[in-house]
T-cell receptor, first 110, second 113 residues
Framework: GEDVEQSLFLSVREGDSSVINCTYT??????LYWYKQEPGAGLQLLTY?????DMKQDQRLTVLLNKKDKHLSLRIADTQTGDSAIYFC??????????FGKGITLSVRP | EADIYQTPRYLVIGTGKKITLECSQT?????MYWYQQDPGMELHLIHY???????EKGDLSSESTVSRIRTEHFPLTLESARPSHTSQYLC????????????FGPGTRLLVL
């Protein structure tokens, strides 16, 4: 079945790069996604990558996909305090439903 | 910014009350979803709809019910609220074609006493 794994917490210093990792199990996923959730808010789609791509860059965000190892990562360059949030990876699967990871809390310290 | 709205944002009610959580989107999306998010942050899909008059139960069993009479509206109802229903409820919608880019509302935080 589908399952998405993430570690729970990451702390970085402002200005450093952050790397958030995710593993998934459904090799039939068409796209993989990264969402951000700020306190008291819903989820916001950050970026997504087609499963046949290895990398996608969007301003400070870089997504890397290793389809062989079913590993997805999100790199945030020049991390800012406004990047502090919970980050979820997700994969699409049967019936177009998304399976989300448990989320990782990113804390950016000055 | 996605145009998807949820009301109320916060709700405190007593056990046994009937409640309806509202969700509306103005993007013309056919697909809509309800998720329950527990304090540990994990999201659980409880209901989804692929169009008018179409509703399905999600992966997590829920005592709530939904309806989809209009494309833009996907309300969730609890006939008799219990403390175990205390949670955050997130509504989302997505277009029918292309990537499953779900847009989320701000959520309703429900507390049942």
């Amino acid at each position: 079945g589908e399952d998405v794994e993430q570690s729970l917490f990451l702390s970085v210093r402002e200005g450093d790069s952050s790397v958030i990792n995710c593993t998934y199990t459904d090799s039939s996923s068409t796209y993989l996604y990264w969402y951000k959730q700020e306190p008291g808010a819903g989820l916001q789609l950050l970026t997504y990558i087609f499963s046949n791509m290895d990398m996608k860059q969007d301003q400070r965000l870089t997504v890397l996909l290793n389809k062989k190892d079913k590993h997805l990562s999100l790199r945030i360059a020049d991390t800012q305090t406004g990047d502090s949030a919970i980050y979820f990876c997700a994969e699409d699967g049967a019936n177009s439903k998304l399976t989300f990871g448990k989320g990782i809390t990113l804390s950016v310290r000055p | 910014e996605a145009d998807i709205y949820q009301t109320p944002r916060y709700l405190v009610i007593g056990t046994g009350k009937k409640i309806t959580l509202e969700c509306s989107q103005t993007m013309g999306h056919d697909k809509m979803y309800w998720y329950q998010q527990d304090p540990g942050m994990e999201l659980h899909l409880i209901h989804y709809s692929y169009g008018v008059n179409s509703t399905e139960k999600g992966d997590l069993s829920s005592e709530s019910t939904v309806s989809r009479i209009r494309t833009e509206h996907f309300p969730l109802t609890l006939e008799s609220a219990r403390p175990s229903h205390t949670s955050q409820y997130l509504c989302a919608s997505s277009p029918s074609r292309g990537a499953e880019t779900q847009y989320f509302g701000p959520g309703t935080r429900l507390l049942v006493l």
